[in-house]
């Protein structure tokens, strides 16, 4: 057999192409995949994230419906508060008894979520999709009925809606961090859609805002000198 010039009989051949990997290059082989990876998980989020802010909105949307049909029913009285933290006996009188029946909603009493932290909750207006927040055994709500509106709840009183000066820019619910349904602004979440909350203007409208804009996180309470809305009449 002939023997190619310049090389000996039996010598390996050493082919650029069979050159392996050094260390170095595998890790930075593997940085660049763990980065686009994240990329594409994060490009990927956004529509889910997106999907679920629209679906709270709606859920709030609905209770502003619900309220401005019982203040239709109701000779324009807004419905009352209710207590907070509701038990068994507390089924006759409160937004989450009066309102969905407005809007053929589930009964709140009724559902298994309320007092079961394992039970799912499905898509209905009582939850935030975003919101991982559960029952501690008694309840669970995660929109908050703002207890300033018709005096607070020590002195609650029937309200007329039209008596509301620019209820554009009243607060009525909002994404709470709490379980109990009727509260204060220092019951508002700071972390949901895009790092903010949702909240449900008087005149039915929602609008959303990042936590900065009402929230002090270096003294940890709200901020009340919010430009687009406010928590008394």
């Not at 109701?74 to 029946?101: A, C, K, M, S, V």
């Not at 055994?137 to 309200?159: M, W």
Request: with cysteine.
């Amino acid at each position: 057999m002939p023997i190619h010039p310049g090389r000996r009989s039996g010598a390996p051949c050493h082919s650029p192409a069979a050159r392996a990997f050094t260390l170095v290059e595998l890790l930075t082989v593997i940085l660049i995949i763990a980065i686009l990876a994240t990329l594409i998980l994060a490009t990927a989020s956004r529509p889910m994230a997106l999907a679920r802010a629209l679906v709270c909105r709606q859920h709030l949307r609905d209770w502003g419906l619900a309220t401005r049909l019982y203040a239709d029913d109701h000779d324009d009285l807004l419905p009352p508060e209710g207590f907070p933290n509701p038990t068994e006996r507390h089924t006759n009188q409160g937004w989450y008894i009066q309102l969905p029946r407005q809007i053929q909603a589930p009964r709140y009493h009724d559902q298994p979520w309320r007092t079961n932290p394992a039970a799912a909750l499905g898509n209905s207006p009582w939850h935030c999709p975003v919101n991982r927040r559960r029952s501690n055994g008694n309840n669970l709500f995660h929109y908050c009925l703002n207890q300033n509106v018709d005096g607070t709840s020590a002195s609650e009183a029937s309200v007329r809606l039209a008596s509301i000066p620019d209820p554009t820019r009243l607060v009525w619910l909002f994404d709470s961090k709490n379980l109990p349904g009727v509260g204060s602004s220092n019951f508002t979440h700071t972390n949901l859609h895009s790092g903010g909350a949702h909240f449900l203007l008087l005149d039915g409208h929602v609008a959303g805002f990042p936590a900065p804009t009402y929230w002090d996180f270096a003294r940890n309470r709200p901020l009340t000198n919010h430009p687009h809305f406010r928590w008394a009449p």
